[in-house]
């Protein structure tokens, strides 16, 4: 399994989805740039995300707060003083490790580092707040100490009473937000599932307290729905429940979705939270803003503060996700073949169109295709190298259809869909490729 993290770290930078960041300059730890596929696909998760979680929505209303936010919110969201994570080094070859995260025991003295094999080599764990800190002006003091937000979380919290109402909303609703998030971890690693900068798809839906629980086990259904959206394969997600000691200060259910990754000792790890998280989060701000955030609630007549549902996703890892659940190596008459099964509401090319010589017109023929789809779909024109090794560059970027215009295009204007699982061919007319495309991925999966 390790292999395929190996096989797609090398895919993705030649393919470009992923570079390693600062690449020239031997590379930043854990920092990845996106390259063309990659910013394809991660906006058209983000899309996916976003028309599930408001677009199609009247209940829930999208946000984009500043990532640098008032230091007293960070007193208020628990994070200066929770946000923390258990830490050892090694003392000979100074390793670090989150001592909640090894697979080794750390006190025993017999243990080995893993790094450099010395016995008993560990320190004593001490706390290590995860959140980068920066300075707000020219000067650089404690006073002006700013923090590049851990979440994109209270960025919603803190507008709540904004965004109530300038859109006039009533209970229950939810704020939706996508957003970069950063945090300083101490073992950041597996290609993009674990880094410092990364970005959240977050939604924090406001309910009446005792309407908490049938909310919690709607947006759990409604979260795994969204993950069978994006073709993921059902046996390799599960939910986990987060026992009492796993709890975060603020939560009085969670529940994580999590995915088959395959690393590590155990190979499942989260995807998504899913939290109730109280009142805490409106109950702080408000004690520490001394602002009311209450709500009153008209049919009742009561005020109170809201609760909150909150579902909190990862994009990058999503995106890792669909890259290790849609690779696929299979062997064609002695030939091996290598692509990506995505699920064409996301892949960065939905239709690749070719012709299959450089004359005949035909050239002109499938540029005019490109021309014609590309207001409705991902298209990539091209012309270069052989029919074989064309389709096997979209197999890797896992294009689900590549459409060819070949000898009999001029004679009966049929093109061939070439489909990227089946290697099927089928021929359709060049003025009914619009629609049969939109029937092809509307049907997607479930034949
Ligand atoms: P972990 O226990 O793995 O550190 P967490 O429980 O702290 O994660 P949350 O705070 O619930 O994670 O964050 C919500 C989502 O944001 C996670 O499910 C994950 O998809 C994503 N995420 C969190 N930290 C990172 C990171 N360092 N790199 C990439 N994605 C992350």
Redesign the pocket.
Same mark, same amino acid.
């Given at each position: 399994m390790t292999n395929i993290m190996d096989k797609l770290t090398a895919l993705c930078k030649r393919r470009g989805f992923i570079y390693p960041s600062s690449e020239i300059y031997g590379g930043i730890n854990a920092c990845w740039d996106y390259g063309p596929m990659g910013v394809r696909l991660k906006t058209n998760i983000k899309a996916h995300w976003f028309r599930t979680m408001t677009r199609m929505r009247d209940d829930v209303v999208p946000l984009d707060a500043a990532i640098l936010m008032h230091p007293r919110v960070w007193e208020a969201s628990g994070h200066i003083t929770e946000f923390t994570d258990p830490l050892i080094d090694c003392k000979q070859c100074k390793a670090r490790f989150r001592a909640d995260d090894v697979d080794f025991d750390f006190k025993d003295p017999n243990t080995p580092c893993p790094r450099c094999g010395n016995r008993g080599t560990f320190t004593e764990p001490r706390m290590f707040n995860l959140m980068f800190k920066t300075f707000m002006g020219p000067v650089e003091d404690e006073a002006s100490v700013v923090y590049l937000r851990p979440?994109t979380a209270q960025g919603i919290y803190v507008n709540f009473d904004n965004v109530r109402i300038s859109s006039r909303l009533k209970l229950p609703f939810g704020i939706a937000q996508i957003g970069k998030a950063f945090?300083n971890?101490i073992t950041?690693g597996n290609f993009?599932? &674990?880094?410092?900068e990364?970005e959240?798809m977050e939604m924090q839906f406001f309910v009446k307290p005792d309407e908490d629980q049938k909310w919690f086990d709607y947006w759990k259904e409604e979260r795994m729905k969204w993950y069978l959206s994006i073709g993921l394969t059902p046996e390799r997600l599960r939910w986990h429940e987060h026992g009492p000691n796993e709890l975060a200060h603020y939560a009085k259910a969670a529940f994580?979705i999590q995915y088959e990754f395959g690393f590590g000792s155990d190979p499942w790890?989260?995807?998504?939270?899913v939290h109730n998280r109280t009142d805490f989060d409106l109950k702080r701000h408000q004690e520490f803003a001394g602002k009311k955030l209450e709500y009153f609630d008209e049919a009742s007549r009561e005020r109170y503060l809201p609760y909150i549902i909150e579902t909190?996703?990862?994009c990058? &890892?999503t995106l890792l996700v669909t890259l290790i659940d849609g690779y696929r190596e299979e062997e064609i008459k002695g030939e091996k073949r290598v692509f990506l099964g995505f699920h064409p509401s996301i892949a960065p090319i939905t239709a690749a169109i070719f012709p299959l010589v450089k004359k005949d017109g035909m050239p002109d023929i499938a540029k005019k295709i490109t021309a014609d789809l590309r207001p409705h779909y991902d298209v990539f024109y091209d012309a270069g190298g052989s029919i074989g090794r064309r389709y096997a560059r979209q197999d890797e970027v896992g294009t689900p259809f590549c459409i060819t215009v070949d000898g009999q295009t001029l004679e009966d204007q049929t093109v061939t869909i070439r489909h990227r699982n089946t290697l099927e061919q089928e021929r359709c007319s060049t003025d009914r490729l619009r629609e049969r495309l939109g029937d092809l991925i509307a049907t997607y999966g479930s034949a």
């Open positions: 979440e945090r971890e950041p993009i599932f &674990r880094t410092r990364f959240q994580d790890h989260e995807l998504e939270g909190s996703a990862g990058d &890892r």
